[in-house]
């Protein structure tokens, strides 16, 4: 059993009619918040190619403290760039969703 409470940011901010910034921005903490566990900054270009169809690029930064009962043995960053395809339609009174991602981590 851990308790970790995470606080996530996610933004889908317009530039053009086909183009918008996208940020996935989330802070995580364990023991309801008193010990660090990771912090992940993800932006990046979307592009709306089609209705329903977009694809998006970036760059992420994931800075990870050694935790839990298993911790790592030192603090780890991580620099990535990525790539997403994402698929959505209406099913219905609902829209479904669809989301590929390729990261590179080095």
Do not use: C, K, N
Request: no cysteine; aromatic share 14%; proline share 7%.
């Amino acid at each position: 059993h851990q308790d970790a409470l995470w606080v996530g940011a996610f933004v889908d901010q317009p530039v053009t009619r086909r183009v918008a910034f996208w940020f996935d921005g989330s802070w995580r903490r364990m023991g309801t918040g008193a010990e660090p566990q990771q912090l992940l900054l993800r932006p990046g270009v979307q592009v709306t190619v089609a209705p329903g169809v977009r694809l998006a690029a970036g760059y992420g930064y994931i800075a990870t403290q050694p935790y839990g009962s298993l911790p790592i043995a030192a603090p780890l960053r991580e620099h990535r760039t990525w790539q997403q395809l994402a698929l959505s339609y209406a099913a219905g009174r609902f829209t479904v969703s669809h989301r590929y991602r390729l990261e590179q981590r080095w």
